[in-house]
């Protein structure tokens, strides 16, 4: 497999965020093809899929994680090989398992035959946009928790910090207004807490009067 196509050219791209990427499809089309010249099939399974949601101005963004089993099975042996991979997918509507499972799908094809798509993450000549601060990438589902939580706990109103940043959600926000969020929520809530302390003693004080 990795003697025929060798490396993966990302033809896709994302204009929300200007950046490239390998489809699904493409990695599927060209492995399917010698796949099927060698007499082997792909069979899916799924393992486990649990959601998240997210919520924002009336709309309700929802978070599909999934375990799919990949089974290579050889027609004229009868033997076959497993290959189990993790999935998210991110969709306002009901795309959010299907894009899980995508995604799922285009990484056991890379990984089970180490196929090069150029996203190296030791290599220090990628797009800096992937690591540095500033980035344009959009933030995942644990940073939009942690979000979700300082907000509740800061006693900020989501609306206005949803207005501030233009987004329409949380999930919206990219990494680099992730980290001035952070920072402003982690400020407000530092601010808070001594008034909620001093409040807590005065109410305690005046049950023992």
């Avoid at 994302?14 to 796949?35: E, K, M, Q, W």
């Avoid at 990484?107 to 190296?120: E, I, N, P």
Wanted: charged residues 30%; aromatic residues 6%.
């Amino acid at each position: 497999m990795r003697r025929r196509l060798g490396y993966i050219q990302k033809r896709g791209h994302n204009d929300r965020f200007n950046y490239s990427y390998v489809t699904a499809a493409d990695i599927a089309g060209s492995i399917g093809d010698i796949l099927s010249e060698l007499g082997v099939v792909v069979i899916p399974s799924l393992e486990n899929i649990a959601y998240e949601s997210t919520a924002g101005r009336g709309e309700i963004t929802r978070m599909a994680r999934v375990v799919m089993a990949y089974t290579f099975s050889d027609v004229d042996s009868g033997e076959e090989i497993v290959a189990k991979v993790a999935g998210q997918g991110l969709d306002a509507g009901a795309k959010a398992p299907y894009k899980a499972m995508t995604g799922a799908l285009k990484y056991a094809l890379l990984q089970s035959f180490l196929l090069a798509t150029g996203d190296d993450p030791e290599d220090e000549r990628m797009d800096s946009r992937l690591t540095a601060p500033g980035s344009d990438c959009p933030i995942n589902a644990d940073e939009v928790h942690e979000l979700e939580k300082l907000i509740a706990d800061s006693g900020t109103d989501l609306q206005r910090v949803l207005a501030y940043y233009k987004v329409a959600m949380l999930a919206e926000m990219t990494e680099a207004t992730y980290e001035r969020a952070l920072e402003v929520l982690n400020r407000k809530l530092a601010n808070r807490r001594p008034r909620e302390t001093v409040r807590a003693q005065d109410v305690r004080e005046r049950r023992f009067r």
